[in-house]
């Protein structure tokens, strides 16, 4: 049986968070949805909130976060979203709700968990949790480190770190990658794929029992779906039934890993096992891709992902 809604709630506070440069149509979108919280919500103090430099939206969804009745939005693909959640957790509030308003290439999370129209569901105040994931890196001593390795430790994370949809590593990030070297456009994008997709090569993992593995490709699904048009699996609760599901690319011929990309697209991957809990250890460096950000890991790192139950006020 599905927990009931929340009673309904009427927020003191709404931040609207964006980024005024942002390529796509986030600063139109963030001034529309402003302006019509004003008249339906008359009285309530709704803030538009621009970022100003990368990683700013962490700061501000921290700071928005402290007011009470809190409703923090992110007008923003996942990438943006991954920012307002973390600072939400980072501020220690327990009562401040995260929503999102689509507004970039990758909005998996909104396509998945949005029930209606975003300005609607504010006005109706109904919220419900979903869980997070939580990935933690451990990575070794890095006193005799490089230069080169210290560039590499800058571009990752050691600290526990929230994601709302999935991480993922392997195949995922190095595309992801590829395509924010190149340009944009659907055929450039498409020739990024191919080529990288071409020359990609698989990672090994330790896994907890001692287990060395190699794979092409595995992803932590918060949610079901990804990439716009993948089913990762059947789980009908997702994202608020305590457990998260991993879906795993054993390494294989590339016409292999084309054939099971086509069934995702298509049928969908069916069921997959479910996890409160995973760790490995990373046998060399490799990226990792998390809600759509690419970040890195050193080799000897060990990993551990996390469900966080219910861990964040959404709206319903």
């Not at 529309?32 to 339906?40: S, Y």
């Not at 770190?161 to 991480?167: E, F, G, M, Q």
């Not at 896994?207 to 794979?215: A, E, H, I, L, T």
């Not at 690319?249 to 084309?258: G, T, V």
Request: aromatic share 6%; glycine share 8%.
């Amino acid at each position: 049986m599905k927990a009931p809604l929340e009673l309904p709630r009427k927020f003191d506070v709404i931040t609207i968070i964006f980024n005024p440069n942002s390529t796509g149509d986030a600063p139109k979108l963030a001034g529309e949805l402003h302006d019509e919280l004003m008249i339906k919500l008359p009285g309530t103090d709704v803030r538009l909130t621009p970022t100003q430099h990368a990683g700013h939206a962490v700061d501000l969804a921290r700071e928005a976060a402290s007011s009470r009745n809190a409703l923090i939005v992110s007008v923003s693909g996942d990438g943006g979203y991954n920012e307002v959640v973390n600072g939400v957790m980072a501020s220690g509030s327990d009562d401040a709700v995260c929503a999102v308003l689509a507004a970039g290439n990758a909005n998996d999370h909104s396509r998945v968990t949005g029930r209606q129209p975003l300005a609607a569901a504010i006005v109706e105040g109904r919220v419900r949790r979903i869980d997070l994931l939580r990935i933690s890196i451990d990575e070794p001593d890095t006193s005799q480190d490089t230069n080169q390795d210290m560039e590499r430790e800058a571009k990752s994370d050691t600290g526990p770190v929230h994601a709302h949809s999935y991480i993922g590593f392997g195949l995922t990030p190095i595309m992801a990658i590829d395509l924010e070297k190149g340009s944009k456009g659907a055929i450039k994008e498409m020739f990024s794929v191919v080529r990288t997709f071409s020359k990609f090569k698989p990672f090994e993992i330790r896994q907890n029992d001692g287990q060395r593995r190699k794979f092409d490709s595995l992803v932590f699904a918060n949610i079901s779906q990804m990439a716009k048009y993948a089913t990762l699996s059947e789980a009908d609760d997702h994202p608020a039934d305590g457990k998260f599901e991993v879906i795993t690319f054993p390494h294989m011929a590339k016409w292999k890993i084309l054939l099971t990309a086509l069934r995702a697209s298509t049928k969908g991957l069916g069921d997959q096992p479910s996890y409160e809990q995973y760790r490995f250890s990373a046998l060399k460096p490799m990226p990792y891709q998390i809600d759509g950000e690419v970040k890195e890991v050193r080799a000897g790192a060990d990993i551990t992902i996390d469900c966080i139950h219910k861990a964040l006020p959404i709206l319903g």
